[in-house]
């Protein structure tokens, strides 16, 4: 079965940076873009960014680009979301998301979530 | 940007009632790009509903989806001590909006 575990959340100091991977099994990872959504506490849900599925186009959402980096690692079917200048405002569990398209562009919605990790920006 | 409206926020029902939430997108969108996802607390949403009307794979079928233009609705026939949760829509609007989603509805037990 589909399953997508992220890691790398925790708590961290407001500018300062994070990682998240996300670690997928149960489908054919290289045929399928990925998504980032994340959901702050007691909020509703965030698109945040779109990696296809040779990782040759990514999209971001207004409020992250500039600051954070969706890559993909084919070979260990992995994506990370690099997450940098964090702001309190990002604080979030953030989900890994299957697409139903290859391309970055086309999956007009998400069959399968992660149950996402905490990101918990602080002083 | 499209934005996309729920309502109501929160549908106090009884087990076996009928459910109906409504999502109103800002300007009219195409029915192939509005789907629905149901959340309970602590877990990951669950695709319920894409293009509008199709059932995901093994929704059963007392969930359905309807509507066009900016005017959806998620009609839960009868419902099951198990629907009681968070439910989303979401449209996929391309290059220009990318992925929305609505506020939820929070369907709770009376």
């Known amino acids: 079965q589909v399953q997508l575990v992220e890691s790398g959340g925790g708590a961290v100091q407001p500018g300062r940076s994070l990682r998240l991977s996300c670690a997928a099994s149960g489908f054919t990872f290289s045929s399928f873009a990925i998504h980032w959504v994340r959901q702050a506490p007691g909020k509703g849900l965030e698109w945040v960014a779109v990696i296809s599925f040779d990782g040759s186009t990514k999209y971001y959402a207004d409020s992250v680009k500039g600051r954070f980096t969706i890559s993909r690692d084919n070979s260990k079917n992995t994506v990370f979301l690099q997450m940098n200048s964090l702001r309190d405002e990002d604080t979030a569990v953030y989900h890994c998301?299957?697409?139903?398209?290859?391309?970055?562009?086309?999956?007009?919605?998400?069959?399968?979530w992660g149950q996402g990790t905490l990101v918990a920006v602080s002083s | 940007e499209i934005v996309l409206t729920q309502s109501p926020g929160t549908l106090s029902l009884s087990p076996g009632e009928r459910a109906t939430l409504s999502c109103r997108a800002s300007q009219s969108v195409s029915s192939s790009y509005l789907s629905w996802y149901q959340q309970k607390p602590g877990q990951a949403p669950r695709l319920l509903i894409w293009g509008a009307s199709t059932r995901a794979t093994g929704i059963p079928d007392r969930f359905s989806g309807s509507g066009s233009g900016t005017d959806f609705t998620l009609t839960i026939s009868r419902l099951e001590p198990e629907d009681f949760a968070l439910y989303y829509c979401q449209h996929y609007g391309g290059s220009l909006s990318l992925w929305t989603f609505g506020q939820g509805t929070k369907v709770e037990i009376k």
């Open positions: 998301v299957k697409g139903v398209v290859a391309a970055a562009m086309g999956g007009s919605y998400f069959d399968y």
